[in-house]
Nanobody, 117 residues
Framework: QVQLVESGGGTVQAGGSLRLTCAASGNIYSIKTMAWYRQAPGKQRDLVATITGSGSTNYADSVKGRFTISRDNADNTVYLQMNSLKPEDTAVYYC???????????WGKGTLVTVSS
């Protein structure tokens, strides 16, 4: 009965900012490496950022310096602060376990981010 609920998406002009929130049910996520993914129409789901249970972070080259991932383990919540947004950031954004290291069989609905030029 795992549940992942993403929120915070919307439409923003290029150069603007958005903060995405992921509410993850259960305690299993608190010690696992979590990640944000994104999927644009006609493209594969790409890894955007990861954060370990202790707070170590990594980012895709395309978002490094612009996006910041963080987490609140007590609240089972993961965040993605997105600054200096570009039209190419337009996608549906999902949170989940880092599928490079864990089995991922469930996806939430995601939240749509649209960046206009």
């Amino acid at each position: 009965q795992v549940q992942l609920v993403e929120s915070g998406g919307g439409t923003v002009q290029a150069g603007g900012s958005l903060r995405l929130t992921c509410a993850a049910s259960g305690n299993i996520y608190s010690i696992k490496t979590m990640a944000w993914y994104r999927q644009a129409p006609g493209k594969q789901r790409d890894l955007v950022a990861t954060i370990t249970g202790s707070g170590s972070t990594n980012y895709a080259d395309s978002v490094k310096g612009r996006f910041t991932i963080s987490r609140d383990n007590a609240d089972n919540t993961v965040y993605l602060q997105m600054n200096s947004l570009k039209p190419e950031d337009t996608a549906v954004y999902y949170c989940n376990l880092d599928r490079r290291y864990y089995a991922v069989n469930y996806w939430g609905k995601g939240t749509l981010v649209t960046v206009s030029s």
